[in-house]
Antibody, heavy 119, light 107 residues
């Protein structure tokens, strides 16, 4: 069964870089866009950006200056780096698969990783 | 960015109730609207895509309607497993945005 497994540091110091990884198991990696979406505690969802199997990226303009996404196709893995973090970046971070059901949807999600920004 | 709003923010209901949640976009998004359900500690789950199409495996008591700027998610007969938070999401713009969520809790 297809699943996304996430891992990464759960505590990051202010001004440092948040780094997360996501691996795709049981399904195809190529042919899809892969997104990162975050959710601050008790709040709504914010789309961070996406990367396709060729490495082409599309970032949320509000975060573009601090975000970098990459992938390792040999391992079916994608990565997120978010630089110069502050407390406002504290959130649960999800990786998700973009799937086009007539319109763009997010049909497969990782379980989420809570990242806390604190000294 | 296209801004999404939802109402109400919280809804108290009983098992068996018919429940309706509204989502509004800041500009016309045609039918580029999806609905997700999220339970505490879990990732969101896709329920409805393209405003009214039911995702595979989702019970038929869930339905969606609308186009342009105004959309609704309806649960025809609320079940205990439906107590959760519901988010709408637009994909008309390539900067995808979500509504703030509607929490459905037990009356």
């Amino acid at each position: 069964q297809e699943q996304l497994q996430q891992w990464g540091a759960g505590l990051v110091k202010p001004s440092e870089t948040l780094s997360l990884n996501c691996a795709v198991y049981g399904g195809s990696f190529s042919g899809y866009y892969w997104s990162w979406i975050r959710q601050p505690p008790g709040k709504g969802l914010e789309w961070i950006g996406e990367i396709d199997h060729s490495g082409s990226t599309n970032y949320n303009p509000s975060l573009k200056s601090r975000v970098a996404m990459s992938l390792d196709t040999s391992k079916n893995q994608l990565s997120l780096n978010l630089g110069s973090v502050t407390a406002a970046d504290t959130a649960v971070y999800y990786c998700a698969r973009r799937y086009v059901h007539i319109v763009v949807t997010f049909d497969l999600w990782g379980r989420g990783t809570l990242v806390t920004v604190s000294s | 960015d296209i801004q999404m709003t939802q109402s109400p923010s919280t809804l108290s209901a009983s098992v068996g109730d018919r429940v309706t949640i509204t989502c509004r976009a800041s500009q016309s998004i045609n039918i580029f609207l999806n609905w997700y359900q999220q339970k505490p500690g879990e990732a969101p789950k896709l329920l409805i895509y393209a405003a009214s199409s039911l995702q595979s495996g989702v019970p038929s008591r869930f339905s969606g309607s609308g186009s342009g700027t105004d959309f609704t998610l309806t649960i025809s007969s609320l079940q205990s497993e439906d107590f959760a938070t519901y988010f709408c999401q637009q994909s008309y713009s390539s900067t995808f945005t979500f509504g703030p969520g509607t929490k459905v809790d037990i009356k």
